[in-house]
Each structure stands twice: as C-alpha cells, then as structure tokens.
C-alpha cells in the first residue's frame, strides 16, 4: 500500500540527494582544472558545462514528475516538494550558465555578446533562463499570497516553456548525436500529455450530463 | 655508495591495494551521478618524452599529456562521446591491412600496409592540432609525407583532388551501427594541398604505434586544417578531377567547408573561432591564421575569398 503518510526523513533525504550532482561536480571540476585529474575527462570546463546543464534537465523532469506521482501514487505529501526541486532546477541552471560565462568564454564581452546576438542557441537557452528568474523570485508562499492563486498558476505555467525551450537548446547543441535530448523530449511529452489528458477528462466530468 | 634511481618508490609510499580497490568501488558509485566521473585516468604516461622534430610550434607550445592525446578523441565510428574511442577501439584488428590507392593514376595497387610504408623513411614529427570544436592539442606524431605515396602512385595531368576513405567494418566499428553519418567517412584535399610538404600520414604518436582510437593504422594529418579533415584507419586513398564529398561537408556544408582551414577570422555559425582552449589548460588561447602554419600554406590560396570558401 502507498503510504499515506510522509516517511520520516524523506525530505533531508531529497534535499541531501539534490544536492550530491553539484558538489560531486564542483569538487571533481575544480579537481581537474587546478590538480589536473582527469575525473571530467581532458576538457573538464566543457565536460562541466554540460554536466551541469543535464542536471538543470533531470531537476526539471522530477519538479514536473511530481504532480503526474501524486495522482498515480496518491500520496499527497509528494507536493510539498515540489518547490524545493524547482529551485533546485535553477540551482543547476546557474552553475551551467556560470560555468558557460566564467570558465568557457571567461568574461570575454565580445564573445558573449557575439553569441547572444548570433547563436540561436544560445538565445534559446538565454530565454528559459529569464524566463526561470521570475519563477524563482516567486517561489516564497508570500509571493503567493501577493499574487493570488489564479495569477500565480499562470506565471509558473511557464515552467513547460522553460522545458520546452530547454530540450530544443540541447537539441541545437549538439553536433550529430541526438539520443541525448531526444530522451529528454519524450519525458516532457509524457509529462505534459499526462496533464493534458487529466485536464480533458476533468472538463468532461465537469460537463452537465446531455 | 648507494645510487638509487630517482623514481624509486618507497614501499611506505605504495598505495595498499585494498585502499586503492575502495577508491575504485567509491568512483564507481559516483559514477551514477554523471558517467563523466567514470572516465577517471591516472596521470602516469603524463611525462612521457614527445620525440620529434617541431613544426610551426609557438615558443609555449609543450606537447599535449598521452592520456589527453589517447583519451579524449572524436572517432566517430567508435562513439560519439569523447571517451569512447579509447574505450570501444581496443578490440579493433589493424593487421592485416589493405590500402588501395586508385583513381586519376598511373599506378593504382592495393598495398599491404608495410609494403605503402616501407619505401619512406619515417619521421617524427610535433604539430599544432585544431578542432573545429575550438579545443587544442600539441601532437607528436609519427608517419610519412603524404606526397611520398601520392608521387609513387604518379597522379595523372587531369587529377585535381584527393579523396580518403575510412574503413567500413559495423562488426568492428560500433558506430558504423548508427546513422550518425553517412558511412563510411571520407574526406578530401586539393591535390596541391595534398603534395604540400606538411600533409602527413600518421602510424604513430609519442615514438609508438598509433593507439587504435587515433586512428590506426593509417590516418591523415594535415596541421593548417581543422581535425575532422584527419581521415583515420583510411583503406583507400582516391585522385579525382572533381572535389570529392566529404562526410560533414554533406551533413552540414554550412558549418563544415570542404577547407576547413583554420581560420579565427571566420566563425562557426554556433560558436566563435577566435579562441581556442589548449588541453589541459585554463585559459584560452588566441586562434592562429592556418593555426600557425601561415607562413608555409598563405599561398595554396592566394586570391581565394576565404570567408566564402571555409
């Protein structure tokens, strides 16, 4: 049977869980650029940036994961958390755009500006992450409360955009190889189409008997 | 009088092996929060001397660690990540091996390998090495002038070009298995860069055997160029009258010119070509015109539009 009631531990556990990917990533980068090991292979800034983007990914899939769970499971303590991975996502989407703007172009302006200007890609992943900011501003209950329940669903729908937009800059991204994002769009589909599909069937209960 | 060599190691300083066996067992479990962390490589070959003769260096331009040149490799037809060649390449059988060199010549033949390498003397020799994908190395290669070959075979007044064939071996190349590219890879030179003194094909690297994942036994290098014109494990080796396809030209001809020249002038269409990264260095380095080969090849393509033809 599902349990009705939270583990004890569960959220320490998640928390802990969240956050092992970025500091098993910042001690091993670090590692390799000032020791030179080789724990990210023999481009550790590159191998970093990437590895950092794929966790903002995988954080996005378990925040969306969350609601598709609680239905299936019914265990409705999964929400509460819902929150903490989101934040988490943004967490990570920082240390890839740091890595990017730190260590790969290293402040260069004329590189950064050139690939803002000119690499659809980039403007693609520079778009999810402003879009991200104002989810993340308005996480707090009080932001809630100020905003009221209507108006803040609406804003943090954007959340599938933010996805969205993340897949296709992974999908520009890469060279040849398109397992990677691929896999990434089937989640979102899956996630999404769960939601879509609960929202038609509600409608239809809703609906007055003919 | 003791004259104990230098590198000696005090057993003191040997790690016990059941120390050594839960590092493993702790990488491994890491290794479920990003495979990068699995490709963890000890810094042993690191010192190794790099024979040869420079060419074109910078005066900070030191050879590039084994493991760097051995472990981060893009050889498609054993992976798409950077690791996979090493790790998928070590099964692969370079002897027997058959170079046919036909086309546009008056003697076409298909060589055993030592019989295409014997009449040249072999050479080291130490090149810069671009990628397209703005990453650097410093290579000490080994191999023969690919003019050597080309002049034995004695191209004919109609041949323009050279084309180079890669193996085609599913069995043996797992990525052969996918559609990344339209196997198997070819890639091509004009024939005047071709005969160009610098052009070379390599059999070996640090003073040994080409490692598998570099390409072995037989791959092209060509140091003014970006890396993917580096034809490897080549079976054939071709003289047309026309330019002939090359494998990411025909998969994406706006980011992969048939030159490919090195060129910081002329960006990727997804990144800039200005900067590179050097392996196992922090900050980047200035792109150099032809990679700092300028001096020898500016004049293969005097009055060429180089931004046009890239």
Redesign the interface.
């Known amino acids: 049977m599902a349990p009705r009631a939270e583990p004890r531990g569960f959220g320490a556990a998640l928390v802990a869980l969240a956050w092992l990917p970025a500091l098993l990533g910042i001690a091993g980068m670090a590692s390799d650029v000032l020791h030179g090991t080789r724990y990210f292979g023999s481009n550790p800034i590159k191998a970093g940036e990437h590895y950092f983007g794929q966790w903002t990914l995988r954080l996005l899939v378990a925040t969306l994961a969350i609601t598709p769970l609680r239905g299936v499971t019914g265990w409705q303590w999964l929400g509460r958390h819902r929150r903490r991975l989101g934040l988490f996502a943004f967490a990570y989407l920082m240390l890839h755009w740091l890595t990017y703007a730190l260590l790969d172009v290293q402040l260069d302006w004329t590189e950064l500006r050139g690939d803002l200007a000119k690499r659809p890609y980039i403007m693609v992943g520079m778009l999810a992450l402003a879009l991200m900011i104002p989810l993340a501003l308005t996480s707090s209950a009080a932001a809630i409360r100020r905003l009221g329940g209507a108006r803040w669903r609406g804003l943090h729908r954007l959340v599938y955009a933010i996805a969205i937009l993340g897949v296709v800059h992974y999908w520009m991204s890469v060279k040849r190889d398109v397992t990677g994002p691929l896999a990434y769009a089937i989640v979102f589909a899956a996630l999404l189409a769960y939601r879509v599909a609960k929202a038609v069937r509600d409608r239809q209960r809703a609906a007055p008997a003919a | 009088m003791s004259s104990r060599p230098k590198d000696d190691v005090r057993s003191s300083e040997i790690t016990p092996e059941a120390h050594y066996l839960d590092r493993r067992r702790f990488l491994a479990a890491?290794g479920g929060?990003?495979a990068?962390?699995l490709?963890?490589?000890g810094?042993t070959a690191?010192t190794l001397p790099a024979p040869g003769k420079p060419y074109g260096l910078q005066p900070d331009d030191k050879p590039t660690p084994w493991?760097?040149v051995t472990?981060?490799n893009n050889f498609?037809e054993f992976g798409?990540d950077?690791?996979d060649p090493k790790a998928n390449a070590q099964a692969f059988r370079t002897r027997p091996w058959t170079v046919k060199v036909d086309g546009l010549v008056a003697k076409p033949a298909d060589y055993a390998l030592e019989d295409f390498l014997k009449p040249s003397a072999v050479e080291d020799r130490i090149y810069r090495h671009r990628c397209v994908?703005a990453?650097s190395m410093v290579v000490p290669w080994r191999g023969i002038p690919l003019a050597d070959v080309l002049k034995r075979a004695q191209p004919s007044p109609k041949a323009k070009y050279v084309e180079f064939t890669t193996l085609l071996d599913p069995k043996q190349m797992p990525g052969q298995r996918s559609r990344?590219?339209d196997w198997p890879y070819t890639e091509g030179l004009r024939l005047d860069e071709a005969m160009h003194p610098l052009a070379f094909l390599a059999t070996g690297v640090y003073g040994r055997t080409l490692p598998n994942q570099n390409g072995a036994p037989l791959r092209l290098v060509v140091p003014w160029k970006y890396g993917f014109k580096g034809c490897k494990s080549i079976v054939r080796i071709r003289l047309t009258e026309t330019q002939p396809k090359t494998a990411w030209n025909q998969?994406a001809s706006n980011e992969y010119g048939f030159y490919a020249n090195v060129n910081p002038g002329v960006?990727h269409?997804?990144?800039?070509q200005?900067?590179e990264?050097r392996?196992?260095e922090?900050?980047?380095r200035k792109t150099l015109m032809f990679n700092g080969y300028a001096d020898q090849v500016a004049s293969l393509y005097q009055g060429m539009d180089l931004a046009k033809n890239y």
């Open positions: 890491a929060f990003g990068a962390l490709a963890v490589r810094a690191d493991d760097d472990g981060y498609y798409t950077k690791a994908e990453w990344t590219i998969i960006d269409p997804r990144w800039s200005a900067s990264r392996i196992g922090f900050l980047k």
